[in-house]
């Protein structure tokens, strides 16, 4: 079965307060009640960058141009336990963007100190790729999850080629 190509973007801000990154809680389907990176499916006849630019509009109001997307790596997620679940993902990194972001019918966004990710409403995953790739390290991440289709069986990292 082929993973379905998705995107992630992950907006990056510094204030006096250190640095933050943009999540938000998913009110409707796949992952819903959970605190997720802004993003989702490519389109056919998109490109990931141009479904990340999309995206972003669609569930926080806000546009990013596609010149200003940094490609951080890849997340492979496979679901055993559903492998119509699986899922290639290209993850984003902006720190520029236009507009002020807002809550949508799918995301309600809020800023989180990156040093305090709130791991613990996300899914298990994140806090084993997301830090390294907001601290600048490109990678490809292979996430297995368990049959609960929650919980990480195991987690393999290589430097990322950028292809």
């Known amino acids: 079965m082929t993973a379905a ?4 973007c992950f907006l ?11 999540l ?6 796949f992952g819903s ?7 989702g499916h490519v389109e056919p ?5 141009e479904a990340a630019v999309r995206e972003v509009m669609e569930e926080i109001n806000v546009v990013v141009r596609a010149a200003d997307l940094v490609q951080a ?11 119509e679940w699986n899922m290639a993902t290209t993850v ?10 807002s809550e949508s019918d799918e995301i309600a966004p809020d800023w989180y100190p990156v040093a305090r990710l709130p791991v613990e409403r ?12 907001i601290a600048g390290q490109r990678i490809a991440v292979q996430v297995d999850l368990a049959p609960d289709n929650q919980s990480v069986a195991s987690v393999y990292t290589v430097a990322w080629s950028g292809s």
């Not at 790596?73 to 492998?83: C, K, L, M, N, S």
Request: aromatic share 10%; hydrophobic share 40%; charged share 20%.
């Open 24 to 29: 938000g809680t998913k009110k409707t389907g």
């Open 92 to 101: 984003y990194l902006t720190r520029t963007w236009i507009g002020e972001p």
């Open 122 to 133: 996300m899914w298990a995953d994140a806090e084993h790729w997301l830090p390294a790739m």
């Open 73 to 83: 790596g890849t997340v492979d997620f496979i679901f055993p336990a559903r492998p």
């Open 45 to 49: 006849g998109e490109t990931a960058v």
């Open 12 to 22: 990056l801000r510094n204030d006096a307060e250190g640095e933050h990154v943009l």
């Open 33 to 39: 009640g959970k605190v997720v990176g802004v993003g």
């Open 5 to 8: 190509h998705v995107t992630l």
